[in-house]
Every structure is written in structure tokens, then in C-alpha cells.
């Protein structure tokens, strides 16, 4: 652990400033990154202006919005994952095979961090890539990986979780969330029926490593034109499955 002098406090702060942004926030304002951030005006104006000035954010004379610039904060580092580079050309030829997008991610707190995708078609009114962020409790892949913790540990992230609804079939109450996780973990899969955006489904299995623990989550999402949420598993569950078994075969 690093000693209280070798700590920088205005790097700390910048990164406070970026991970301001989201898919929902994306242009704010200096009033917006101080709320945000609990930094007080000054020094997020600071922070905002110098982000602009090295070109990893664009102002408008009131609002900032984050330059493709960022991701080469973390575009490098999420490609060097060994987990990333091994899955990647799996997911390749699932997403060939199925006709479907496919995705792998990882569980980071109360939400998924996207690490490969292949992408067949947008299903998705935004754009998904590595890196990419969704809240956990309401999407597949968060749910399978949230069943492989123990129950309290899944309890204590699904009470910390922002449980704001985004569609009207998004589930809200933290003990129905907690039925899905136990269902996932029985069933092996997890469905969701457009909880995180009408006209999406998606389907989700564990990966494991060769010792058996759970290192990610594998999925599918789909366009609603399924008569049934549980038609999915028919239709893709297999294929899943098969990546699945392969990757324990090669993941440390």
C-alpha cells in the first residue's frame, strides 16, 4: 500500500472527474461534475478545463462531454487482459454460428464492465463496447454473476445498487432481484425480458476457470421478436453452453 506521501491528490481527482460520465450523463456542466464528484467548483473547473486542454474533453462554453481520447486510458488495458484476449475469437465464432451479438464481462461492484464483444447487429439504442458499464442487478450477465457470490455478499451489492427502474418491466424490489439471483444459480442461466431496454432480451451463462470459480459472464442479446422471454434458452442456451465448457478447458 502505498504511504500517505505518496499519494496525488489532484490525479485522484481528476479521475473522479471522468468517471463523472456515463451513457446518462454525458454532457455536464461544471455545477453537474462538482455535485457529482462532491468536488467543489473550483477545483472541478480545474479538472474539466485541463481535460480539454490535453484533448480528452470537448466544451462547448458550458458544457463538457468526454473525446474518443479517454478510451485511451483504458482501451489498452482492458486489450492486454489475458481473459479478454482469450475469449475474444470464442465469442467471434459464437456470434458467427448464432447470427447474434455476443458479449463477455466481469462483475466491478454493483455493475458489469464489458472486457471482448463481437457484434452481429445494434439491438441496443446505445453503443456497447469494452468498457462499457451497465448496472448489474437488471442485466443476464450481471445476474449470473451476482448468483455465483455468496448470498449475503449478493444481498449486500444488490441493497447498495441504484435500483431506479429503466424500462416497466424492470425489477425493483430488492428480494424479487435476490429470487432471480437464486433461480440463476439453480438453472445455470439467467434470462432478462427487457429490464434494461424494451425491445431487448438476453440470455447469460457463468464462464469458469479450469479450478471451477467463476472469472466472467458470457451472453447473447437479442431483439424481443420471440413470442416467450424463455424461448431463448431453446434457441441459444446450447451454444452457451458449448463456449462455456470450452473456455473452462483454457481459462487459468
Given at each position: 500500500?502505498?504511504?500517505?506521501?505518496?499519494?496525488?491528490?489532484?490525479?485522484?481527482?481528476?479521475?473522479?472527474?471522468?468517471?463523472?460520465?456515463?451513457?446518462?450523463?454525458?454532457?455536464?456542466?461544471?455545477?453537474?461534475?462538482?455535485?457529482?464528484?462532491?468536488?467543489?467548483?473550483?477545483?472541478?473547473?480545474?479538472?474539466?478545463?485541463?481535460?480539454?486542454?490535453?484533448?480528452?474533453?470537448?466544451?462547448?462554453?458550458?458544457?463538457?462531454?468526454?473525446?474518443?481520447?479517454?478510451?485511451?486510458?483504458?482501451?489498452?488495458?482492458?486489450?492486454?487482459?489475458?481473459?479478454?484476449?482469450?475469449?475474444?475469437?470464442?465469442?467471434?465464432?459464437?456470434?458467427?454460428?448464432?447470427?447474434?451479438?455476443?458479449?463477455?464481462?466481469?462483475?466491478?461492484?454493483?455493475e458489469i464492465v464489458y472486457l471482448a464483444r463481437a457484434a452481429q447487429r445494434r439491438v441496443m439504442s446505445i453503443g456497447l463496447m469494452p468498457g462499457s458499464r451497465l448496472p448489474a442487478h437488471c442485466t443476464s450477465m450481471g445476474r449470473v454473476l451476482l448468483a455465483a457470490?455468496?448470498?449475503?455478499?449478493?444481498?449486500?451489492?444488490?441493497?447498495?445498487?441504484?435500483?431506479?427502474?429503466?424500462?416497466?418491466?424492470?425489477?425493483?424490489?430488492?428480494?424479487?432481484?435476490?429470487?432471480?439471483?437464486?433461480?440463476?444459480?439453480?438453472?445455470?442461466?439467467?434470462?432478462?425480458?427487457?429490464?434494461?431496454?424494451?425491445?431487448?432480451?438476453?440470455?447469460?451463462?457463468?464462464?469458469?476457470?479450469?479450478?471451477?470459480?467463476?472469472?466472467?459472464?458470457?451472453?447473447?442479446?437479442?431483439?424481443?421478436?420471440?413470442?416467450?422471454?424463455?424461448?431463448?434458452?431453446?434457441?441459444?442456451?446450447?451454444?452457451?453452453?458449448?463456449?462455456?465448457?470450452?473456455?473452462?478447458?483454457?481459462?487459468?
Amino acid at each position: 500500500m502505498a504511504n500517505k506521501s505518496d499519494f496525488i491528490g489532484s490525479l485522484a481527482k481528476g479521475l473522479k472527474v471522468i468517471e463523472a460520465f456515463n451513457a446518462e450523463h454525458a454532457r455536464l456542466s461544471i455545477s453537474d461534475v462538482a455535485e457529482a464528484t462532491g468536488l467543489d467548483r473550483a477545483t472541478s473547473r480545474r479538472c474539466l478545463l485541463t481535460l480539454h486542454e490535453l484533448g480528452y474533453a470537448a466544451y462547448d462554453g458550458k458544457f463538457f462531454t468526454l473525446t474518443p481520447r479517454v478510451l485511451r486510458l483504458g482501451m489498452g488495458a482492458l486489450a492486454s487482459l489475458p481473459l479478454a484476449q482469450v475469449v475474444q475469437p470464442w465469442l467471434d465464432q459464437l456470434s458467427e454460428q448464432i447470427g447474434q451479438s455476443t458479449s463477455v464481462s466481469i462483475l466491478d461492484g454493483t455493475e458489469i464492465v464489458y472486457l471482448a464483444r463481437a457484434a452481429q447487429r445494434r439491438v441496443m439504442s446505445i453503443g456497447l463496447m469494452p468498457g462499457s458499464r451497465l448496472p448489474a442487478h437488471c442485466t443476464s450477465m450481471g445476474r449470473v454473476l451476482l448468483a455465483a457470490l455468496p448470498e449475503e455478499e449478493a444481498r449486500a451489492l444488490v441493497d447498495a445498487s441504484d435500483l431506479t427502474p429503466r424500462t416497466v418491466n424492470s425489477v425493483t424490489e430488492p428480494e424479487r432481484i435476490m429470487e432471480r439471483l437464486a433461480a440463476a444459480r439453480t438453472d445455470g442461466y439467467a434470462v432478462i425480458d427487457q429490464e434494461v431496454e424494451i425491445g431487448l432480451r438476453s440470455i447469460a451463462v457463468p464462464l469458469y476457470n479450469a479450478h471451477g470459480h467463476v472469472v466472467a459472464a458470457l451472453n447473447t442479446g437479442v431483439a424481443a421478436v420471440q413470442s416467450e422471454a424463455s424461448d431463448l434458452a431453446a434457441l441459444y442456451l446450447e451454444p452457451l453452453k458449448r463456449v462455456q465448457d470450452g473456455l473452462r478447458r483454457v481459462l487459468r
